[in-house]
């Protein structure tokens, strides 16, 4: 079992940063892969960034790409996600999740392929 309880989201400004922390708690942590997902009300959760089991291969959606990074800290237990020059469509609860990896290199893209959730962080942009 992994337990995920995500931090880091707040009001913010647009053109401002911002990271977002995932902590996990369980043994098995460092053998799981972890996705960043976002949801508005009325609408799919999407997919916003991936990473590996050990770190070495990261996702990110295009429409992310080039703001968003990805990270981890596996003797933290901890994945991360930076976010830069922040947009009004980032407005979203941002959620994390993991699941049980057995490819060093797997980045899972799909919500329907994690097993461990998060509660999620609301992230508000403002003009």
């Known amino acids: 079992q992994v337990q995920l309880v995500e931090s880091g989201g707040k009001l913010v400004q647009a053109g401002d940063s911002l990271r977002l922390s995932c902590a996990a708690s369980g043994r098995t942590f460092n053998n799981c892969a972890v996705g960043w997902f976002r949801q508005v009300p009325g609408k799919e959760r999407e997919f916003v960034a991936a990473i590996s089991r050990g770190g070495g291969s990261t996702y990110h959606a295009d429409s992310v790409k080039g703001r968003f990074t990805i990270s981890r800290d596996n003797a933290e237990n901890t994945v991360y996600l930076q976010i830069n020059s922040l947009k009004l469509e980032d407005t979203a609860v941002y959620y994390c999740?993991?699941?049980?990896?057995?490819?060093?290199?797997?980045?899972?893209?799909?919500?329907?392929?994690?097993?461990?959730w998060g509660q999620g962080t609301q992230v508000t942009v403002f003009s």
């Open positions: 999740a993991a699941v049980d990896s057995g490819s060093y290199y797997a980045v899972p893209r799909s919500w329907m392929q994690y097993d461990y």
